[in-house]
């Protein structure tokens, strides 16, 4: 079947203005999962989504960055204003069930503030 | 939270031989251990996990082992081969994280033919 999708690729934008990334996670996967991860880094927690529950959001690295899931399936990731310390490639997961279990990754978005 | 220490950094080895990479966790609440490899350019990719009620798992030439009680984990690589060559990373979730996951900061193991 399908794996987890991201779109777009790759968005490049200009300091101060706003993007917007999206996650299509596996079909059926109540648990959706947003990382940051910066050149030559480790994966960064942004924000984790279960079923209909809040999400956790403690990972955000500021008021800058929120992200919403419509429906229980398709997230989108937004930074306004966003700044050349933003520019990483955003990786979303999705994972069966409750609490730890194996999570699917997507291939990311590189983003690049100029 | 959860805090994941992972060493080497880098690690370099010849065909054949074995590889191995520690981490160390902070919460002793955590129970699931995954790691993944990560292949320049691509995302990241399960290749074993381990829960807190088991000590060692192995999938052929991979294997993890956990201390629980040292709060460790260390995932062990035999006959490696050129194609294992990537960065691989160790994470940590459960317990107060529940289901996000802590990695560690990622190990560059280079196989040379």
């Known amino acids: 079947g399908a794996g987890v999708s991201q779109s777009p690729s790759n968005k490049v934008t200009e300091k101060g203005k706003d993007v917007e990334l999206r996650c299509d996670p596996i079909?059926?996967?109540?648990?959706l999962y947003w990382y940051r991860q910066s050149l030559g880094q480790g994966l960064e927690f942004l924000i984790y989504?279960?079923?209909?529950?809040?999400?956790?959001k403690s990972g955000l690295p500021s008021d800058r960055f929120s992200a919403e899931r419509t429906g229980g399936s398709v997230s989108t990731l937004t930074i306004q204003r966003t700044q050349q310390e933003d520019s990483a490639v955003y990786l979303c997961?999705?994972?069966?069930?409750?609490?730890?279990?194996?999570?699917?990754f997507g291939p990311g978005t590189r983003l690049t503030v100029l | 939270g959860e805090n994941v220490e992972q060493h080497p950094s880098t690690l370099s080895v010849q065909e054949g031989d074995s590889a191995v990479i520690k981490c160390t966790y902070s919460?002793?609440?955590?129970?699931?251990f995954p790691w993944y490899k990560q292949e320049l350019g691509k995302r990241p990719q399960l290749i074993i996990d381990?829960?807190?009620?088991?000590g060692e798992k192995k999938d052929q030439r991979i294997a993890v082992t956990l201390n629980k009680t040292a709060k460790h984990f260390s995932l062990h690589i035999t006959e490696t081969q050129p194609e294992d060559s990537a960065v691989y990373f160790c994470?940590?979730?459960?317990?107060?994280?529940?289901?996000?996951?802590?990695f560690g900061q990622g190990t560059i193991l280079t196989v040379h033919p």
């Open positions: 997961a999705s994972s069966a069930g409750q609490g730890a279990n194996e999570q699917f």
């Open positions: 079909s059926g996967h109540t648990a």
């Open positions: 989504f279960q079923g209909n529950s809040a999400p956790d």
């Open positions: 919460d002793s609440a955590s129970n699931y």
């Open positions: 381990i829960r807190s009620n088991v």
């Open positions: 994470a940590a979730a459960g317990g107060t994280s529940y289901g996000k996951l802590t």
